[in-house]
């Protein structure tokens, strides 16, 4: 295998080009640099965290999509990838750390349990992350296959590409916070119940 055939480069965003020079907008250049260097947050609390352990791992590679570095502080990420099973209890200590994470934050939810409570219809258990913060791509499957979570992945690319750099700044955007009682600047408090 050549060098050339080794690594896939990115194709340059739209804009106009001519000897010399390229021009393009803002948003298209920081959505192109984001998109290849999102840094997740894995929060894996059961079995799901182990197909996440695959995806990692070289069959599939998270770092062919510019991924490879995890970050165990949310200070430090910008994708939540939460895998497994949420306990009610859980639920609030999840909403703290995306309240932690730097804005702009994506999340998802990998397999049937964070995204709907799965099998799990009980008292005890948080019937979808998306009770406690917002969610960008559901994953199914219980568990999904590594080639699934790729696909969420991808799927999150494709937002972060596109995201206008003013989104976060919208009314929508705030009010979407509001209705789940996040700050939008973090201040220390006492975790919620739910
Ligand atoms: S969705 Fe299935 S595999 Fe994933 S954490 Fe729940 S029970 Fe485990």
Redesign the pocket.
Known sequence: MTDQNKYTKVAAPEGYSGPGFMATSLDKVVGLARKNSIWPLPFA????GI?FMSTMASNYDLGRFGSERLSFSPRQADLLMV???IAKKMGPILQQIYEQMAEPRWVIAV????SSG???DTHSVLQGIDRVIPVDVYVP???PRPEQILDGVIKIQELVETESLRRRDSQEYKDLLAGYGINQVWKKEEPKTI
């Open positions: 609390t059961s079995c799901c197909e895998m497994g099973t397999g049937a349990c964070a799965g099998i799990f499957g219980c568990p």
